[in-house]
């Protein structure tokens, strides 16, 4: 069963917030969301996690609805190279193994 | 300073051959991992070691042979090599075993075998 749903791609306009969806429908209240991303031909990048309230590092923002069944990572100003496949994961506390989707294709266009 | 290294970057070779990969991190973390990318993009984890000793072992060949001289160290060996190999192979670590969710990776050995 696959955890997350995510778009298989989104475009984004240089300079705009790119908002990254991820449906987790069934999370459980010790699952975590983390998020990854690859871009081309380099390996994948830590972006941010959250567990219930929202946070922000100087990468991304991560919005969890109050509910926890989605969250969205926002990238305030997208800029080309954030051009990458954006992975969205949910994986409890204690959990010691990433389980990589099929994420989400951004492409950032001049 | 590169965190995660791995070489080579890219290695074309024989069916039959073995070869190996070699991983370093200089992140000081007790916690390594290989993963495997398949040419759909899918990233397994193949192994893990936590201080030099192997924590997890997915269903992988035994043809794959991971070896840990050191906790900076993790080094991938791979014998008889089958077309199916094939693949971008990423090495990865984390600074323990409780914070193996944020992990830092390697750039990546693209592995071709002809």
């Known amino acids: 069963d696959a955890k997350t749903t995510q778009p298989p791609s989104m475009d984004c306009a240089e300079g705009r917030a790119a908002n990254l969806p991820c449906n987790h429908s069934?999370?459980?209240?010790?699952?975590?969301v983390y998020w990854y991303r690859q871009i081309h031909s380099q390996g994948p990048q830590y972006i941010i996690h959250?567990?219930?309230n929202n946070e922000t590092n100087e990468m991304a923002s991560l919005i969890i609805t109050e509910d926890r069944k989605s969250s969205t990572l926002i990238l305030p100003h997208a800029t080309l190279r954030d051009t990458a496949v954006y992975y969205c994961?949910?994986?409890?506390?204690?959990?010691?193994?990433?389980?990589f989707g099929s994420g989400t294709q951004l492409t950032v266009l001049p | 300073d590169t965190a995660v290294s791995q070489t080579p970057k890219y290695l074309v070779t024989q069916m039959g051959n073995d070869k190996s990969i070699k991983c370093e991190q200089n992140?000081?973390?007790?916690?390594m991992y290989w993963y495997k990318q398949d040419s759909k993009k899918f990233l397994k984890i193949m192994f893990s070691?936590?201080?030099?000793?192997?924590?997890i072992n997915e269903t992988v060949p035994n043809r794959f042979s991971p070896k840990s001289p050191d906790k900076a160290h993790l080094n991938l060996h791979i014998n008889s090599l089958e077309l199916g190999d094939s693949a971008v192979y990423f090495c990865?670590?984390?600074?323990?075993?409780?914070?193996?969710?944020?992990?830092?990776f390697g750039a990546g050995t693209r592995l071709s075998v002809l």
């Open positions: 959250g567990l219930k």
């Open positions: 070691y936590n201080n030099k000793e192997l924590i």
């Open positions: 990865a670590s984390s600074q323990d075993w409780a914070s193996s969710n944020i992990q830092y």
């Open positions: 992140l000081g973390h007790d916690t």
């Open positions: 994961i949910v994986i409890s506390g204690s959990a010691r193994q990433l389980t």
């Open positions: 069934t999370i459980s209240g010790n699952e975590y």
